[in-house]
């Protein structure tokens, strides 16, 4: 009976470390996903700053053009 009881134990801390691998790959993989993420946020907030920057020194020559409408309408 104490061999029943030691097999079953030893067996579910093989399942329980088996599982505990496939999550910290899971949590492995996950990290290298938000790396990719967070790097092309970044190079996106660049290419905005780099807009901006482009935008503010020559700011007086753009003109718009589009006529906007009337808030009150036209009775």
């Given amino acids: ?10 067996a579910g801390l093989l399942v329980l470390g088996f599982f505990a691998v496939l999550a910290y790959r899971e949590v492995v993989l996950l990290g290298r996903a938000l790396t990719r ?3 092309r946020v970044a190079r996106a907030g660049a290419e905005v700053e780099r807009a901006a920057d482009a935008l503010a020194r020559h700011g007086g ?15």
């Fill in 1 to 10: 009976m104490i061999w029943m009881i030691v097999g079953l134990t030893t």
């Fill in 37 to 39: 993420s967070a790097e």
């Fill in 61 to 75: 020559e753009f003109a718009f053009t589009a006529v906007s409408p009337s808030v009150q309408g036209t009775n």
